[in-house]
């Protein structure tokens, strides 16, 4: 499960809200609940500093589920303050059900999927 969201600039609680939609909106959008989540990874654009986007999850109640975070590759035409995340799950869902959450200026990121969501900027 695939999921993505920017950050409109580098600070903690912005960093921890977006990482927080992003994570609860895949939850929605799929039918899961954290015990249905296996592990996920988490990359960061090295533009973003201020937290771990695991954290995020953890203040969800991913206490027991892995979590690793990383850097993204850093190509000159990349977005920026961009976190991702790769999540495996335990879904009866085939994998053409599945609903990939790409949110903000993100959605732009995969324009080719017919379900990406992009959520209006709140002021």
Known sequence: MR????LDVDEREHLLARTSEMVLDVM???GLGVDDFISVVFTA???LHSEFPAYAA???GF???PLLCARELEIERSMPRVVRMLAHVETDL??????HCYLHGAAALRSDLTRVRSVPDQA
Do not use: E, F, Y
């Open 63 to 65: 206490g027991d589920v």
């Open 45 to 47: 654009t090295s533009d």
């Open 3 to 6: 999921g993505a969201t920017q």
């Open 58 to 60: 953890r203040q969800l």
């Open 94 to 99: 085939p994998r053409a059900d599945l609903t």
């Open 28 to 30: 929605a959008s799929n």
